[in-house]
């Protein structure tokens, strides 16, 4: 499967380095605004075509899937230009800035039969399958209670700072506690509380949100970009909790009985970057002809960008372009 890559920022190296290190795939073109930029990356990590724009990247028969690694504020744009093309797309998180734009492209993916998904990495790692057959098991017992975190230091950085660029800590570091809490504990929810504090730009710097569910449990999260956090994701049962630590790339899970005495340590397998596990979830629905993947339906992609929807309400934050 040869991958194109659209844009050719940090993201987007990653994206390179590992589709160098995979089997039955390809980093094989990459396209920027600019050619010289696109050439430069193209020539670091070996990719055989490089493209001064867009356009002439999704004319290349050889492209069988788009990554989209441009700001979230551009996704419905450049998402909707690939599948014009009839390009399938693996489109970055947060997948648009709304959840009207994510209805809009996955809408518009259905209508030209284009196959479309986010790129929302923990929704295809094998730890989520881990922590999911855990619950099961009845180990820790009836499930009450979850908190997840998730903060950086990242107030220099324009794409987490400017609204025109659908800034802020939640459609960047917050999509991970949300979608930690949407794995584990469904999105049958009976509503959503929430705090934020915001950066001078206007976007949201800091926030905590309260998940209240229609059964009583609850999962407690916040984010930010002021502060590093220790980025635990939490899981609390009558008989005891695990922590998952690093939770937008689970590194460990330790396992507590409910006096807080340590059971286990359960070990995650070893990966190129984490990336490979959505790239391969793209690769057998093509193979199979479907037009999403069951890891993140459309219909989980739209539940939580309705849910981020909510939370900007909350704290009276739009975007200049909504």
């Known amino acids: 499967m040869?991958?194109?890559?659209?844009?050719?920022?940090?993201?987007?190296?990653?994206?390179?380095?590992?589709?160098?290190?995979?089997?039955?795939?390809?980093?094989?073109?990459?396209?920027?605004?600019?050619?010289?930029?696109?050439?430069?990356?193209?020539?670091?990590?070996?990719?055989?075509?490089?493209?001064?724009?867009?356009?002439e990247m999704l004319k290349d028969e050889g492209v069988d899937l788009v990554y989209i690694a441009t700001p979230h504020s551009h996704h419905l744009e450049h998402g909707k230009l690939c599948i014009s093309y009839g390009k399938p797309i693996l489109c970055e998180k947060s997948f648009t800035a709304n959840a009207a734009q994510a209805r809009e492209l996955l809408r518009y993916a259905k209508e030209k039969n284009v196959f479309a998904t986010e790129a929302i990495w923990t929704r295809y790692m094998p730890s989520r399958k881990i922590i999911a057959d855990i619950m099961a098991s009845g180990e820790l017992g009836e499930m009450h209670m979850l908190s997840a975190n998730l903060g950086y230091c990242l107030t220099d950085k324009d794409r987490l700072t400017n609204p025109q660029l659908a800034g802020g800590a939640l459609l960047d570091v917050g999509v991970y506690p949300i979608n930690f809490a949407g794995m584990f504990f469904g999105t049958d929810i009976a509503g959503i509380t929430s705090s934020c504090v915001k950066f001078e730009t206007g976007v949201d710097g800091q926030a905590g949100v309260i998940l209240t569910y229609k059964d009583g449990r609850m999962a407690t999260l916040h984010m930010g970009m002021y502060a590093a956090t220790e980025q635990y994701g939490i899981i609390y049962g009558s008989k005891g909790y695990l922590i998952a630590y690093n939770i937008n790339n689970?590194?460990?899970?330790?396992?507590?009985?409910?006096?807080?005495?340590?059971?286990?340590?359960?070990?995650?397998?070893?990966?190129?970057?984490?990336?490979?596990?959505?790239?391969?979830?793209?690769?057998?629905?093509?193979?199979?002809?479907?037009?999403?993947?069951?890891?993140?339906?459309?219909?989980?992609?739209?539940?939580?960008?309705?849910?981020?929807?909510?939370?900007?309400?909350?704290?009276?934050?739009?975007?200049?372009?909504?």
């Open 250 to 322: 689970i590194t460990k899970i330790e396992i507590y009985a409910s006096d807080r005495r340590f059971i286990r340590e359960v070990a995650i397998p070893e990966k190129i970057s984490g990336y490979e596990y959505e790239v391969l979830a793209c690769k057998k629905a093509l193979e199979q002809g479907a037009l999403e993947c069951e890891e993140m339906p459309h219909e989980e992609t739209i539940r939580m960008m309705e849910w981020m929807d909510e939370l900007r309400n909350q704290w009276g934050i739009r975007y200049p372009f909504e």
């Open 2 to 55: 040869r991958v194109g890559i659209l844009g050719a920022g940090k993201i987007a190296r990653v994206m390179a380095d590992t589709l160098n290190r995979m089997e039955g795939v390809c980093a094989y073109a990459v396209a920027a605004r600019e050619l010289e930029r696109a050439e430069v990356f193209a020539k670091e990590f070996g990719i055989s075509k490089a493209y001064g724009s867009y356009e």
